[in-house]
């Protein structure tokens, strides 16, 4: 069927070529009719960032402007109107709308909003952050992703390197509540590597050593690995609320006279509420004396590291075994921005079992195309067999689609990816999402398959 349509679309091509704008009608479906207006959508972006900026970034240091236009919550129901019509609304609605937003958001960025660990704008942040929106990358392969994955890189590095460790890795996490739990995933899977596959059976009554003044993410982490929340031990805190290491020291001797597991301890560089800071050095010595791994939490105080006068704070931070540091806190990134850093490369591969970070390098695919099945919803999956191979799965080689892939990654013409399932050799996987897509888009997609492969 697919050989018949290639035919007799190359016979009627010159009759039958579209335009992007003409509709083509099969079975009551508009095929390439327009779906979406461009220029009204890019009319409407315009007016929208003219209202930020009028309205959020010209006046984020005008004192006279109010930190926030508080109303209740009923009330702030009825004045923003966010019933979900069937409908939809028209541009100087929907800019309405953004400007009741802007209007009754707390303004974070206003000079005397104290409230949180985060406040300010920083506008080279703010033009990053337009940029990530607009290309809306998902940073996971440098296929996808070839400048953000590098920039992701060499941020990573550079705070490792004010860590003080000589290397290490690191990935950017939804919060530091994700960095604290990724980082006890790690300490108990260096204290049993087992436990990936194995699961908890078997395992002893595992027990961490945290800070009374740490942030509730660690319970809270403790509580979804399955540890429990019981087997968290807070430790007693000075007057200026750090931790007191022979408190710790006398607790850890305690519960492993208990029969329990001690496996981790948490130290806090920056609490929450006094802005604390645990003594780092006798706290590793306890680690290093008893075997256990030693996790910072500097979500708030690690970029103290930056400064030549106050990185005295973090002092011996370098001997821990991870850190984790929120740059959208006191380096005013974007909320969110941060990172879970790690100093032994050799657990931070974990980081990639069920996080999705080690998703490495996708290469390629492509005359005759021979779907796999029948799609069921937007997934079209075939294969492309160039004139010397008979069809598969007899004599498909494996390399077909990688070696397409890589022609057309680096042609730029068109992105497009392939797997092997259950045994099927390598084939391509189309996902057809965007209302943009056209007839004329879905023939080149072939074509260019097709001229990318026909040698091979």
Known sequence: LVIAWQLYRDTHQREMVPSKRSAVLVDGVILNGPTTDARAGEKFVEDACRLIMEEVVLKATDVSEKVCEWRPPEQLKQLLDLEMRDTGEPHHRLLELCQDVIRYSVKTNHPRFFNQLYAGLDYYSLVARFMTEALNPSVYTYEVSPVFLLVEEAVLKKMIEFIGWKEGDGIFNPGGSVSNMYAMNLARYKYCPDIKEKGLSGLPRLILFTSAECHYSMKKAASFLGIGTENVCFVETDGRGKMIPAELEKQIWQASKEGAAPFLVCATSGTTVLGAFDPLDEIADICEKHGLWLHVDASWGGSALMSRKHRKLLHGIHRADSVAWNPHKMLMAGIQCCALLVKDKSVSSLLAFGLGWGL????????????????????????????SLSPPPSSHPMQVAPAIKERMMKKGSLMLGYQPHR??????????????????????????????GRDM
């Open 360 to 387: 490495n390098h996708c290469v390629c695919r492509g005359f005759i195309f021979c779907l796999h099945f029948g799609p069921e919803y937007a997934n079209i999956c075939f294969w492309y067999i160039p004139p």
């Open 423 to 452: 045994g099927k050799v390598n084939f391509f996987r189309q996902v057809v999402i965007s209302p943009q897509v056209s007839r004329e888009d879905m023939d080149f997609l072939l074509d260019e398959i097709d001229l990318l």
